[in-house]
């Protein structure tokens, strides 16, 4: 038993929360935080022992994450989403780094199933897997919220995957790089940024380049073609949504 909570947020995620869940059998603890599912989600995660369902209203990504943080009990608290899978590479290399002592942070990539296809990834993506003392979230995210580690704090690295397979439909990535990209453009203008028609005019075939040709999208078939699509009209619809937000304002 890795001694170690892992928290997770939810909303209506029956088809994807008993993966998740079954994938996390072997932490002591897994503190799940439900914003009003209307689904079988909590029945669900209430079917398995190490498992601790809360319910709080909807208060945006980074103090939901927040305040499920500070509901751990265990010093090593591990984070992720309903739709991720801990792969047991992962798992193992976990429970290695919580009983060696030695790091205070492990940092791993999340590759992604994107229309049935897994997307190899070698970035070691942003901080999930920390020591509770050493890490908070910066609540000015509205969305792709992050860890800040302390100054001090020592992060390992480990090739294992946390797999996500939230992308299973065209409609599902639509409805989320929509909600995305929305949130990113109010962020950014309380922030005092303004557009730029230099990124409105670059951004989609710049963002397209990079992740079809130098990432590599074009060794996944047709679904990376999309995926790279997706990722250049993401991109787009942010700097748009700030010129819109400034006609509001005026």
């Known amino acids: 038993m890795t001694q170690a909570s892992v928290y997770i947020i939810a909303c209506n995620e029956e088809r994807h929360i008993r993966r998740a869940l079954e994938s ?9 935080v439900d914003s009003g599912s209307t689904d079988a989600t909590c029945e669900i995660a209430r079917t398995f022992p190490n498992v601790k369902c ?11 994450k927040q305040w499920a943080l500070e509901q751990c009990a265990h010093d090593w608290v591990l984070n992720i989403d309903a739709d991720e899978e801990v792969s ?7 429970a290695k ?7 205070d942070a492990l940092r791993f990539p999340i590759p992604e199933v994107f229309l049935d296809k897994l997307f190899p990834s070698e970035i070691l993506t942003k901080i999930r897997c920390f020591r509770r003392a050493k890490g908070r979230y910066n609540l000015t995210h509205l969305v792709h919220e992050q860890v800040i580690l302390a100054d001090d704090a020592v992060v390992a690295l480990t ?20 909600a995305y990209s929305t949130l990113k453009a109010q ?28 990432k590599g999208g074009f060794r996944n078939g047709v679904p990376g ?3 790279a699509v997706n990722a250049a009209y993401y991109s787009f619809a942010k700097e748009a949504k700030l010129y819109a937000l400034g006609l509001d304002k005026k």
Not at 54 to 64: D, I, K, T
């Open 24 to 32: 996390v059998r072997d932490f002591a603890e897994v503190v799940l």
């Open 54 to 64: 809360l319910h709080r209203a909807w208060q945006g990504y980074a103090q939901q």
């Open 88 to 94: 047991p590479e992962l798992a193992e290399a976990i």
């Open 97 to 103: 780094t919580v009983a060696e002592g030695k790091a």
């Open 159 to 178: 090739r294992a995957p946390l797999r996500h397979y939230g992308l299973v439909s065209m409609e599902a990535v639509i409805a989320k790089q929509n």
């Open 187 to 214: 962020e950014r203008f309380a922030k005092g940024r303004r557009y730029s028609l230099f990124r409105l005019a670059t951004l989609f075939p710049a963002t397209f380049f990079r992740g079809y040709v130098l």
């Open 225 to 227: 073609f999309i995926s």
